[in-house]
């Protein structure tokens, strides 16, 4: 069982930037894969960014990509997800999510509780 506990959102005017986090516990943090997903209001819910457990390796969606950065940091056993040049449709719930085996296993495993962030033009 893994527990994840988001924080870091908020209200923000377009161009801003957040730093949202995810502190997980439950297994050991280094064998995790992790990743970012949001969901807008009336929309499914989609992939945001992810990051390997092996040599921490990243990728991001195409729509945050150049704004977006996801990372890790082992000895806090937190993820992280900067998001810089913010715009209104970045407005969505963030969720962190945790692969148990790897990113190509499929869904994740599990999911944080969602944090809002809203962009505000």
């Known amino acids: 069982q893994v527990q994840l506990v988001e924080s870091g959102g908020g209200l923000v005017q377009a161009g801003g930037s957040l730093r949202l986090s995810c502190a997980a516990s439950?297994?050991?943090?280094?064998?995790?894969?992790l990743g970012w997903f949001r969901q807008a209001p009336g929309k499914d819910r989609e992939f945001v960014a992810h990051?390997?457990?092996?040599?921490?390796?990243?990728y991001h969606a195409d729509s945050v990509k150049g704004r977006f950065t996801i990372s890790r940091d082992n000895a806090k056993n937190t993820v992280y997800l900067q998001m810089n040049s913010l715009e209104p449709e970045d407005t969505a719930v963030y969720y962190c999510?945790?692969?148990?085996?790897?990113?190509?296993?499929?869904?994740?495993?599990?999911w944080g509780q969602g944090t809002q962030v809203t962009v505000s033009s």
């Open positions: 439950g297994r050991t943090f280094s064998s995790l894969a």
């Open positions: 990051i390997r457990r092996s040599g921490g390796s990243t």
């Open positions: 999510a945790v692969w148990t085996i790897g990113v190509s296993s499929g869904a994740p495993d599990y």
